[in-house]
């Protein structure tokens, strides 16, 4: 049996870090994520069990098309916080509630005006759910900026309860209305709502008990508005797969999409928080240090995600016959889906903005952003689900190999 300090050692040597503390940050966002991904897989079997998949389709475009006017706020926000308080600066967090809140008013507006179109087509169900959406989307997303905060301060024990009492008061919501009175517009008041309150609870906790300070961070206002910007592109890609489907074949082909997607995105969500761990470190790090660990580490994590990938893809049939029965039509997107954890770890994207590279992370996200959404509208509109499927793995390779190469050349 091999010794567990022996094996400490071959992790140390083969990611050429101390893995001690990172080790003991893990171990709480791990577990938090594990929380977080238990009850997401709970609420996707009640949701697989207990409504239609029209129902379904129906209530993911809802999120999906309110996400997307999200892109029309200060998404950047978020980044900018932990960049800078992982250098001591807290007052970006301080402000950010307000800050957040105000720059949000072109996607509250946006957002009630697609509301209001829809009830006057007739459609109160997406009109309502919208407007709702509309509204209380980026009120959420100010107060989720908590999160940015304890994460700039390495305080990840805090982050891990944070979300774990998150995780569950929003599951519980859903459970309970899908138990109750299961329909499209009492399900999105159940997301929204419980989203307000846990959120609203968990950053007055952590204002109180953290005390965030005043010191202003001289950059951080460009940095915020350049991530912003950049995020349209981003953000906008990310959601337009489901509103491409629910336009051209209906909620039900959602529904299947977003089943298919379900569990290699669960996956991700632990593949990404190398980023979340790495973005402080990265920050404190000189840049030449920075930019050789974070190419090291991005060829390491590619080696660590093949047999992970290879695993999934032999065991999905038995994984979607045991939880999702009614969805096993899925399956073979599923598999193929799951190539994308290959090149999802964003490693050298997070040391590109620890270190402010402003100039090389527009034109990664430019490029690989508009490659992304030419590839789902044309391959989305010919080829349905599959279309979406090959271009999200399409446009993530591109995405990887331009930033791994934007990061090498940095001088």
Known sequence: MIKFSSLTQKINSFF??????????????????????????????????????????????????????????????????????????????????????????????????????????????????????????????????????????????ALMKSNIVYSVATSCALLATLLWNPSVITLVCAYYLSNIVITLILTIVVRKKCKPNDAVDPGAGKFEHHMSLMNILDIGATHLDKLILFQIEGPVQVARYVFATIVPEQLRSVVKYASTLSMPIFSSLPIDVAQSKGLFLARRLFLVTVPMVAVYMFAAPLVYKIFFPSYLEVVSYSQVFALILLFDGGITGTVLKAKNEVKKLYFVNIFSNSTKILLLIVLGFTMGIWGIIISRIVSRIISFLISYVSLKNIQ
């Not at 970006?92 to 800050?99: A, D």
């Open 16 to 157: 050429q870090l101390d893995t001690k503390k990172i080790v003991g940050r893990a171990s709480y966002l791990l577990g938090s994520q594990a929380v977080s991904n238990l009850l997401s897989f709970v609420v996707a079997m009640a949701f697989a069990h207990f409504v239609s998949k029209d129902l379904y389709g129906t209530y993911r475009y809802i999120l999906g098309a309110v996400s997307f006017v999200g892109v029309f706020s200060l998404t950047g926000l978020s980044t900018a916080i932990i960049r800078s308080t992982a250098r001591g600066f807290d007052h970006l967090y301080s402000s950010s509630i307000k800050r957040s809140l105000l720059w949000s008013s072109p996607a509250i507006v946006i957002g009630i005006g697609i509301g209001v179109w829809y009830f006057l087509h007739g459609n109160t169900t997406l009109g309502f759910s919208i407007t709702l959406g509309g509204i209380l989307f980026p009120l959420v997303q100010a107060l989720l900026l908590y999160r940015s905060y304890l994460n700039g301060k390495e305080y990840f024990r």
